[in-house]
């Protein structure tokens, strides 16, 4: 679908508009690369896995008490 224009001052102001949208999508696109190089910066990576590593780890280790503690009541046995 084809816009039809009557008049050039029509055109020059579509042409303005798609040049605003084309600036507003290049700053959104440096904000966007911006937050990526943010979030893969090694600082963040090791805070954003601190729950992760808590959610995996405090089980782990738990286990491995629960497991320690009742291997030396057999052998106190």
Aim: hydrophobic share 40%.
């Amino acid at each position: 679908m084809t816009k039809q224009f009557s008049s050039f001052d029509e055109i020059d102001e579509q042409l303005k508009i798609l040049t605003l949208k084309r600036e507003i999508d290049k700053e959104c696109a440096k904000l966007r690369i911006y937050d990526i190089k943010n979030h893969l910066y090694p600082v963040n990576l090791v805070r954003s896995m601190d729950g992760t590593l808590a959610r995996v780890m405090i089980p782990l280790v738990l286990t491995r008490i629960m497991k320690k503690i009742q291997s030396r009541k057999k052998e106190e046995v």
